[in-house]
């Protein structure tokens, strides 16, 4: 086929095209030019057969030209797929390494100290890496399975902390719904990066989930340290907005906004 072609037999093949659609045009300027005639019709005074193969030979033309052109356009569109596709596993692939750095800093240092406790967390962030790795890759998963490892994460972090950590979460969900993985955690994470990481007493994290009619609404909330806390759009938020983007384009709203010392934000999925 054409399109399977290197680009200089196609640039030939084109120019040849095109020289040959120009022929009739030609050959009627000529006819204008050298004779006296005000108007010259394609063809006038040629035998049948050859007029007819002239004109059976200029629609398979145009039919071989538009069906190039049908082709390109279908290479273009499958291009763009393509590269959308190659980012969002980009994006999905950047989830989850300042927690698990974090992670594997705190299981160094429990290693001598307390072995069942490494232990335990050891088993625990296998689980959630299993799931970042294998699950990750897919176009989308159960809102059931997000919801496990969501509170998988948040019993590793209770492991984690030596101090009392106020972590709610509330499931409401009519429907198991497809979503695309790993979308709360960049949330769930900044709330324990920003905030009980940096508060020595009082920190909380109120989060909930909801799924009903083709809708998925999902609310987190924490409090920070405003003397230290300087939040900006970090990688992770970033991340969100694109994939967000790309998957849920004018289908998702994300709201996120600071009063006093604290941080909220609301996502929202029409599926």
Do not use: C
Request: aromatic share 10%; net charge negative; charged share 25%.
């Amino acid at each position: 086929m054409i399109y399977n072609l290197n680009r200089k037999t196609k640039v030939r093949i084109a120019i040849i095209a095109i020289t040959t659609a120009l022929i009739p045009i030609g050959i009627t300027f000529f006819e204008l030019i050298t004779t006296e005639k005000e108007s010259v019709v394609f063809l006038e005074n040629y035998p049948t057969p050859i007029s007819t193969l002239v004109l059976l030979y200029y629609i398979l033309l145009i039919i071989l030209g538009a069906a190039w052109f049908i082709t390109q356009i279908i290479s273009l569109f499958k291009l763009k797929n393509e590269k959308a596709k190659a980012e969002l596993q980009h994006l999905k692939s950047q989830v989850n390494p300042h927690f698990f750095f974090n992670t594997l800093n705190n299981l160094y240092g429990l290693v001598g100290k307390d072995v069942q406790k490494a232990q335990k967390l050891i088993l625990k962030l296998s689980e959630l890496m299993r799931y970042s790795i294998y699950q990750g890759e897919r176009e989308f998963v159960n809102l059931s399975e997000e919801v496990d490892y969501l509170t998988n994460y948040i019993e590793l972090h209770r492991m984690r902390y030596r101090k009392e950590i106020d972590v709610q979460f509330e499931i409401d969900m009519d429907e198991d719904h497809k979503i695309m993985p790993l979308l709360f955690i960049i949330l769930l994470e900044n709330a324990f990066k920003h905030g009980i990481e940096n508060l020595p007493t009082d920190a909380y994290i109120h989060l909930s989930i909801q799924s009903q009619n083709n809708e998925v609404f999902f609310e987190i909330e924490n409090n920070f340290d405003t003397l230290q806390e300087k939040r900006d759009q970090g990688i992770g938020l970033k991340n969100l907005k694109r994939r967000l983007e790309l998957m849920y384009p004018h289908n998702h709203t994300l709201t996120l906004s600071t009063e006093k010392n604290v941080y909220s934000a609301q996502l929202t999925l029409q599926l």
